[in-house]
């Protein structure tokens, strides 16, 4: 069996990768071509945001059929060359698997509408209103209510995402059945294995009861669809029924997971998935309705960020849970403009960004253009693509009476549009992704950011994540190694030891725009040797360390 653990996976969000063929939408003849790229990078797989037939309300995660491409990205002979191609790399290509929800264009829901006494009206939660209302106060993950109206059979049917996505009854042993011959429709056609979208929501309250009733308005229903004890269940079952029977990972998205789920979910014990991505970094900032909450959006500080790092770091290696460790993807805003600085120091906060990703425990992830440090795209209304953040616009002020223009700048902030503009992989026009017109617009810095230039330059960000990937693959402590803190109340460094019974390695990033100090002074750390940093000077250890504005050090300790 492979270990998975070991790997360098890369994330491709297809509409905005490669266009092939001039119709403005990145297709997997693009992603074809790139293969070279990918493999010089150094990475193992790649994992594919959703290509199947889609509704596009939700770009390839409203799912209208598993069975086929999205002819938008061209055909299943196309997909079979991809992985074909990949192949011949050695890269294993990760499907995404949506099945908290289908579109309301899928086969199944389509007859549940038809018919409200077809067997598969039970797949989905349709239910009768409450005086005029939804049959309860749940808020959806986008805002507004959870519930969508169908005239026909006066009754409501839950969609947490966009009203089109329908969310599945995971008690439906068929529905379930459904989804496990869609996993092996794949697995069997030689996929390396599956990243699963939401999936810590696929069991809800079964009595689907109001959250907080006594509250007025819409309420979060996080306890009540997030995490649930069936959820092990499904999964296990999952997992008996399919998974066992083909070497392949499992990534599953943790929406909201906390550190005991999180453990629950991996741990090689509970027989579930391998690993799990977490939000708690991301959610750094953010209200607890995410990233939209104006009324509790805060400054957090670098401390911040440690703590919760740090504390998934330990509690992770204490418990036997195992995390995707990722700082971007197609959800959230470009790391360097999250986490780092994206103006002065942009290339070395990229750096000390991949840096400290690539020296954690945990599988590590990139997002397309994170290794050549691409940044936020500030996009006007009219260039908003995402479903969420036009939805949200309404919400903030229907709902919460935010003014307009302030309603305006809370979104084109944290829009996920930010991180969805087009790759950008040369100078010529449209960043060389496409010869027509994009479908999003190209962030106007591709002249001074793109792959081709990074691709010549020996100190460019591209070229020091290529360093870090072979780095890491070089040293399986990193991987395998214990994780022990240190320095947990500097507040701009973050400074821990990575270490097994071959190796003991001490890393120390400045996450700062500042230069910083740590003093090593009545400590046992002495004399260490520098193997690896992302400034390029001669760095000798001395007892009261000086760090560069986002400056990382790797040392090898005796
Ligand atoms: O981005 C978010 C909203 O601000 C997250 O809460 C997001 O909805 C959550 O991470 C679930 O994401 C996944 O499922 C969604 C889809 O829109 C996301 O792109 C996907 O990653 C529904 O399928
Ligand atoms: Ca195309």
Same mark, same amino acid.
């Given at each position: ?50 290509? =199947? ?95 969508? =109206? ?6 409501? =049917? ?21 989804? =496990? ?378």
């Amino acid at each position: 069996m492979t270990n998975w653990k070991e790997k360098v996976i890369y994330q491709i969000w297809p509409r905005s990768f490669n266009d092939s063929n001039g119709d403005g939408i990145g297709d997997l003849v693009g992603i074809i071509e790139k293969l070279d790229y990918l493999k010089r990078l150094g990475i193992d797989l790649i994992w594919l945001s959703p290509v =199947y037939l889609s509704s596009n309300k939700d770009y390839g995660y409203d799912i209208d059929d598993y069975y086929h491409i999205n002819p938008e990205f061209g055909t299943m002979e196309d997909f079979d060359k991809l992985l074909e191609e990949a192949k011949l790399r050695g890269i294993g290509i990760i499907m995404d698997l949506v099945a908290n929800h289908t579109s309301d264009q899928h086969e199944w829901f389509k007859k549940a509408l038809d018919d409200p006494s077809s067997p598969y009206r039970d797949y989905y939660f349709f239910r009768k209103g409450k005086e005029g209302s939804p049959p309860n106060n749940w808020m959806s993950f986008f805002g507004g209510s959870s519930w969508t =109206y169908d005239a026909k059979s006066k009754e409501y =049917y839950l969609t947490q995402f966009t009203p089109n996505q329908c969310d599945l009854n995971w008690e439906n042993v068929n529905m379930r059945q459904g989804i =496990y011959d869609i996993m092996r429709f794949w697995l069997d056609k030689g996929i390396a294995g599956f990243r699963m979208d939401v999936i810590n929501a696929i069991s809800k309250d079964e009595e689907l009861r109001d959250k907080d009733p006594d509250k007025k308005g819409l309420q979060f229903p996080a306890e009540l669809t997030l995490n649930r004890p069936k959820t092990h269940t499904y999964l296990q079952e999952m997992n008996r029924e399919v998974l066992s029977k083909y070497d392949c990972i499992t990534i599953g998205e943790g929406a909201l997971a906390g550190q005991e789920d999180v453990v629950r979910y991996t741990h090689p014990d509970s027989k579930e998935l391998q690993m799990m991505f977490h939000f708690d970094l991301h959610m750094l900032g953010c209200g607890s309705l995410g990233r939209y909450d104006f009324r509790k959006l805060y400054r957090w500080r670098i401390l911040d960020f440690k703590k919760v790092l740090i504390s998934w770091q330990t509690e992770m290696q204490k418990q036997g849970g195992w995390i995707g460790s990722y700082l971007s993807n197609h959800d959230q805003r470009r790391q360097v403009s999250l986490f780092g600085d994206d103006k002065k120091f942009r290339r070395e906060s990229a750096k000390a960004l991949c840096l400290l990703n690539f020296t954690l425990r945990g599988t590590p992830f990139i997002y397309q253009g994170e290794e050549i440090g691409m940044v936020d795209c500030p996009l006007r209304q009219h260039e908003w693509r995402d479903y969420e953040a036009i939805n949200a616009y309404e919400v903030l002020q229907q709902m919460m009476h935010v003014p307009a223009f302030i309603a305006r700048s809370i979104i084109k902030k944290a829009n996920r549009d930010n991180a969805r503009t087009p790759m950008q992989w040369n100078a010529m026009k449209n960043a060389g992704f496409t010869t027509g017109k994009p479908w999003i617009k190209v962030n106007p810095n591709y002249m001074q950011l793109n792959a081709e230039d990074d691709e010549k330059h020996p100190e460019s960000i591209l070229t020091f994540y290529r360093d870090t990937i072979a780095f890491r693959k070089k040293h399986p402590v990193l991987t395998w190694g214990s994780f022990t803190s240190l320095c947990d109340a500097h507040k701009k460094a973050v400074v821990y030891i990575r270490e097994d019974n071959k190796e003991k390695l001490f890393v120390l990033i400045n996450m700062s725009n500042n230069h910083t100090k740590i003093n090593f002074k009545n400590t046992n750390i002495k004399a260490p040797r520098l193997i690896y940093s992302t400034h390029k000077e001669e760095r000798p250890f001395e007892e009261i360390m000086k760090l560069a504005p986002f400056e990382g050090r790797v040392y090898e300790l005796n």
